[in-house]
């Protein structure tokens, strides 16, 4: 197998440059399949505990190159977390297609995307062959009621809701109750999907991913659904860490490579 190449990769989207890291193979191997990721709320190219980091180098190692990247207001890319909203992760999630598709000509590409990440994941999926979705948010509501202090509590003198040491704008609010992930998947995606999931997650629910499954179940996409005992949101384990990272290379080389 030829060795993956490590590669910084930035490129503009808008008035901003987003930036992140791809590992791929050499551009005069064949074809192969791309694995995007997208990160979740409040997180970065890396992912939970370097998840992505790790999961990226098992996919190289099947042959399956692989781009990670913050979203802009995020990590390295340009922007204030303020001035992220829904419309804009998405809107980064397809120029990092369009990347790809442009410059690899992927035989297949595959959304990797955790949490909020699986959301927007799920929001862009006709643009992809596959989707992996782990620990995905479904019910963005879900997430507002999680922060109900946060907004009862009202903006700050500035306008925007303070979670942490980030601020939030009212349009990302706004944005997380204009559309249904899991109908939106079911209604645009003809690839295959995987849902993982923590019976121990305190954040997302078994529920959520269950939403997913049944919908696009009803719309006759192959579904592939593992609920991992005893792990939480991010599976921060080393024996949880290893089987999400093993899972979906081999599900992913099984099944696009």
């Known amino acids: 197998m030829t060795a993956p190449v490590f590669s910084f990769v930035e490129w503009t989207r808008g008035e901003w440059t987003l930036r992140g890291a791809a590992l791929s193979l050499p551009e005069e191997a064949a074809a192969n399949p791309w694995c995007i990721f997208s990160h979740g709320f409040t997180g970065h190219h890396l992912g939970p505990g370097y998840l992505f980091v790790r999961m990226s180098r098992e996919l190289a190692a099947a042959g ?23 419309a804009t992760m998405k809107a980064d999630l ?15 590409l595959i959304f990797i995307g955790h949490s909020m990440g699986g959301m927007i994941a799920a929001l862009a999926a006709d643009r992809v062959e596959g989707m992996v979705l782990l620990s995905p948010i479904a019910e963005p509501k879900g997430l507002m009621e999680r922060r109900k202090a946060m907004i ?17 704008s009212p349009q990302f609010l706004d944005g997380l109750c204009e559309d249904d992930p899991a109908e939106r998947l079911a209604g645009s995606f003809t690839g295959k999907l995987l849902l993982m999931q923590g019976d121990c997650d305190k954040s997302i629910a078994v529920e959520e991913s269950d939403r997913y499954a049944r919908a696009a179940r ?26 999400v990272c093993s899972t979906v290379t081999s599900w992913v080389k099984e099944r696009f490579l």
């Open 64 to 86: 399956i190159s692989s781009l990670r990247f913050d979203y802009g207001g995020c990590g390295n890319s340009d922007g204030l977390f303020r001035e992220m909203t829904v």
């Open 94 to 108: 397809l120029s990092a297609v369009e990347l790809v598709r442009n410059r690899h000509r992927p035989s297949a």
């Open 218 to 243: 009803r719309a006759g996409i192959e579904t592939t659904v593992l609920v991992l005992r005893n792990a939480d949101h991010s599976y921060s384990t080393v024996a949880h860490t290893a089987t």
């Open 152 to 168: 009862e509590s009202g903006p700050n003198k500035q306008g925007f809701y303070e979670n942490g040491p980030h601020e939030l």
